[in-house]
Each structure stands twice: as C-alpha cells, then as structure tokens.
C-alpha cells in the first residue's frame, strides 16, 4: 500500500504548513497540495482549512488522523521488523526531551548507536506538558518526564536528581553548603510556570510556605538571570544548573528533595522493535557517569 499521501498528511497536520511539508518530503509545494486534493478526493472530504494564519485540519480531517497516525505507525513497525528479521539493526526513534537532560543526550545516543549503529534518533525539546502532549499524539515514541506530573502513562524511573536552593551569589546565610526552606518563609520567590517546575511547586505546597512570589518565568535561563539580578531566590533540580554553578549562590535544600526522573511510553505493549531497543537501553542506562 502506498502510504505516502498519508505521510504528507501527518506532517502538514503536525507543522500547520503545506511549505514544511513541502520541504520535508524533498518535493515542491504544489506536489503537496496536489497529493492532499488526491486524498480529500478519495475520502470525499476536504481535510484542511487554509487561511493567513496557517493551515489547520478540519473536524473531518481530526477524525481521521489518529486512523492514519496508527497505519503509519504500524507500517514502520512492519519495516522494523522485516529488517531485524533480515539481519539488519534499523529504525527511527523520537524522543521527547525537556532542557536539563540535554546534558546526557550525546552520550546516551553515541552509546546506543555503538550498539544500533543504524537506528537514528529525531528529538523533540520542550517542557513536561508539551512531552505529554507529543506521546498522547503519538509525536514523540519516547518521553523523558518528572514523575511529579504524574503523565498517566507507564513511569519508569532513571535515575534522582537534587533539588537545590538559588541565590544571588553575595547573599549572606548561616551555611554555605545547605539551608532549610523554612527559613525562606515571605521571602521573594521566582517560580516557573508549572509545566516546567512541578517539583519546585510541590515543594512549596508540601511545607505551606508563605512566598511572595515575584515573578513567573518559562525557561531555566531567565530564572537564573533573575535570581543574580537579586530579585529572589528560586528552588531548581541540580542537573538544570549545569554550567552555572558559579554564576549564583547554591545551596542543598534541608531536608533533602529531589526529583525522580524517568521515561514514558503511550504503550509498552505496542513499541516497534527499534523503540523497545531504545526504551529498554534508556531505562538501563547509567546516568550517573
């Protein structure tokens, strides 16, 4: 069966562009839009709504797009599996990524690939609500998340990271390796939105502390910036300080927290062979080195 029409069709829906589509496909936009005419033609119904802003699908083309979404899956499974029958170690695996675990990617993937030469990796970056999202839809195979947002798939556990105390770095405290949250009560906190920080919030509702909180920030970057800025102090997991631990004060936080980090699938009863090769070496993977 020629899937290509389907292809094209996943990946205007994905980008909203015929342009992207055109472009990732390697062949010119009016090719695209004549494969989508062919499509809606055989479905007897139009699949796309084309406006300035964009392209989006339509109510017929959402549909029908998780159909389509599971051919194509179930097509590079198939594949998959004929070349492991056939000897050959091939596929394509997409992670889902959120920034601090950037850290161990290169070596994770040079580690794998010194196993599965041939099967190669497409990551998708973004924060623990996008990650989510893109397994819910089956744009990503694989998700790295905190076990603090709680993704309602299969969790398993990679590895802890501490959580940790940010201050200007000239901020004068009792210790200079730890600092109990208590002591931070009504003081001025810099919290990032949700998606990004579950664990930091966790840990304010868990004690009940009464933080005045200055701002709401997106990105770990700006935290940082905003923390040396002296605009208040902010609670961030050990890993996403890498780079900057002598940029601003840093403290363990008393007692101890830490996130649990793992890897997520939608299924593990429905990965294709180059997915479950992934998943099971991520999943025993040393993080520690």
């Known amino acids: 069966m020629d899937t290509f029409s389907y292809r094209v069709f ?6 909203n562009s015929f342009q992207k589509a055109a472009e990732l496909h390697n062949v010119t936009p009016p090719a695209i839009s004549h494969v989508v005419k062919q499509l809606e033609r055989e479905f007897g119904f ?28 179930k097509e590079d499974a198939l594949h998959q599996l004929i070349s492991e029958i056939n000897g050959l170690e091939k596929g394509h695996v997409r992670l889902g990524i ?16 010194k196993i599965y030469p041939h099967i190669t990796f497409e990551i998708y970056q973004g924060s623990y609500e996008d990650i989510i999202d893109w397994l819910k839809t089956g744009v990503v195979d694989i998700g790295f ?24 770095k000239d901020t004068e405290t009792l210790s200079e390796t730890e600092i109990p949250l208590v002591s931070l009560a009504a003081s001025p906190f810099i919290m990032q939105r949700e998606s990004c920080d579950a664990d930091a919030r966790r840990i304010m ?48 936080i008393m007692p101890p927290e ?32």
């Open 258 to 289: 830490k996130r649990i980090i793992g890897v997520s699938v939608s299924d593990v009863y429905d990965l294709s062979p180059s997915v479950k090769k992934a998943f099971d070496f991520i999943k025993n993977y040393n993080f520690s080195e």
């Open 145 to 168: 998340l905190s076990k603090t947002v709680n993704p309602g798939f299969p969790f398993y556990e990679i590895f802890s990271d501490p959580l940790m105390c940010i201050l200007k």
């Open 46 to 73: 139009p699949l796309f709504i084309r406006n300035r802003r964009g392209v989006k699908l339509t109510t017929s083309g959402e549909n029908v797009w998780q159909i389509i979404s599971d051919i194509i899956k």
């Open 205 to 252: 509702d868990q004690l009940n502390l009464d933080v005045c909180t200055v701002c709401h920030v997106v990105d770990d970057k700006t935290t940082i910036e905003m923390v040396k800025a002296g605009f208040g102090f902010a609670i961030m997991p050990l890993l996403t300080m890498y780079g900057f631990e002598q940029e601003v004060k840093m403290l363990r």
């Open 98 to 113: 959120f920034n601090s675990m950037c850290k161990y990617l290169p070596a994770l993937i040079q580690d794998f690939n």
């Open 10 to 15: 996943l990946t205007i829906a994905q980008y």
